[in-house]
Structure formats: structure tokens, C-alpha cells
T-cell receptor, first 115, second 110 residues
């Protein structure tokens, strides 16, 4: 399977704990995105990497959130001191640098539940 | 604030019927994607439209991009239960992020 993969698929944690999610993009894609989706809403943009550089961050990304892409391949999203409002589906997407479209391909997501 | 408004939010139809859902915005997009999402899964790409007025077909699904590149429609002919899902439209505005609507939840009853 050469699509976007995410791990874990599900995470249940207690309020105040830290969690980390991983995303492996499509191998030849240099652009990687994180989105968050809550029930009844469409995905909302969190942050964007081109290679290893984090080029854009949404105001949704509070200081408890940090994302990295150290070698320009996989990425991690860490949430510190989780709150119940962080419960959501966290989606990763990737996009190549060639072609004329802005098409992003999504992974299966990580469902986070904060108790 | 959702930049893209999708309507209707929920639609239930009988197998074999046709349906059309809409995605509207006041913003111009360089391209627009349609995705289908199943519960607990990520969005799966159906189509990307780029040119104003463009029409693309994917089996029984027909996608149209508005002339002004602000809106789009998805028409399904002879819907089948396998078409059930949340249809999301997403506009790309050139700032590297996609802006999504809330989706059109379609239920096809056998």
C-alpha cells in the first residue's frame, strides 16, 4: 500500500496526558498537512510542511500542539496536557510538488478521545 | 467560519433515484476537490476540478465546477447503497491549505 498511513488509528487518554501521533506520507510527496475534524464538521487546517520546514500554522494550533517533520519524510503531531476539547479526528494529508493541481491525499486518521 | 457552504446537509433517497448536492462559496478557488468519507475513516479523493465550467464524470458521478470557480455540484445517477457516505468539497486558494465545507451526508436506502 503506497497511500498515506497514520498511527495509531485510535487513542484514548486521560485529561492532562501527552499524546503523539505519526503520519507517513506518500513516499514521493514533499508536502505534508495536518487537519483536525470534529463531529459534524469538515476538516480544519492545522499546519503545513514543505520537506522538513514548517511553513504555515493555523491559529487553531495552540502552544500545547507541536508538529515536526525532522527528515522531510514522516511527521509527528504532539499534544501536551490534553483537554477534553482536543477530542477529534486528526487527519494527515500529503501532496506532491509536480502537477498543476492542489490535490491532497488523506490518511485514515487518528481518532483521539480525551476522558 | 466555513468558507464553503454545502447543501443539503442531509439527503436520504431510494436506490435508483438521482440526486444533486451543491458546494457554494463567495471565494474563488484555484481548484476544488470532492472527497467521500466513511465513518471513522479519512476522506477519499473522488475528483479534482481546475477549470471554470469543467465537467468531470466518474462512473455514475458527474462533477461540475462553476464558471467563476466559486461553486460546484455533484450529481449521482441511479444511486446505489454503496454511494452512501459524507461528501466533502474542499477549495484550494493558493495558500497551501484546503478549506472544507461541512459535507453532504447522503443515505441511499435499498
Amino acid at each position: 500500500d503506497t497511500g498515506v498511513s497514520q498511527d495509531p488509528r485510535h487513542k484514548i487518554t486521560k485529561r492532562g496526558q501527552n499524546v503523539t501521533f505519526r503520519c507517513d506520507p506518500i513516499s514521493e510527496h514533499n508536502r505534508l498537512y495536518w487537519y483536525r475534524q470534529t463531529l459534524g464538521q469538515g476538516p480544519e487546517f492545522l499546519t503545513y510542511f514543505q520537506n522538513e520546514a514548517q511553513l504555515e500554522k493555523s491559529r487553531l494550533l495552540s502552544d500545547r500542539f507541536s508538529a515536526e517533520r525532522p527528515k522531510g519524510s514522516f511527521s509527528t503531531l504532539e499534544i501536551q496536557r490534553t483537554e477534553q476539547g482536543d477530542s477529534a479526528m486528526y487527519l494527515c494529508a500529503s501532496r506532491g510538488s509536480s502537477g498543476v493541481t492542489d490535490t491532497q491525499y488523506f490518511g485514515p486518521g487518528t481518532r483521539l478521545t480525551v476522558l | 467560519t466555513q468558507l464553503l457552504e454545502q447543501s443539503p446537509q442531509f439527503l436520504s433517497i431510494q436506490e435508483g433515484e438521482n440526486l444533486t448536492v451543491y458546494c457554494n462559496s463567495s471565494s474563488v478557488f484555484s481548484s476544488l476537490q470532492w472527497y467521500r468519507q466513511e465513518p471513522g475513516e479519512g476522506p477519499v479523493l473522488l475528483v479534482t476540478v481546475v477549470t471554470g465550467g469543467e465537467v468531470k464524470k466518474l462512473k455514475r458521478l458527474t462533477f461540475q465546477f462553476g464558471d467563476a470557480r466559486k461553486d460546484s455540484s455533484l450529481h449521482i445517477t441511479a444511486a446505489q447503497p454503496g454511494d452512501t457516505g459524507l461528501y466533502l468539497c474542499a477549495g484550494a486558494g493558493g495558500n497551501n491549505r484546503l478549506a472544507f465545507g461541512k459535507g453532504n451526508q447522503v443515505v441511499v436506502i435499498p
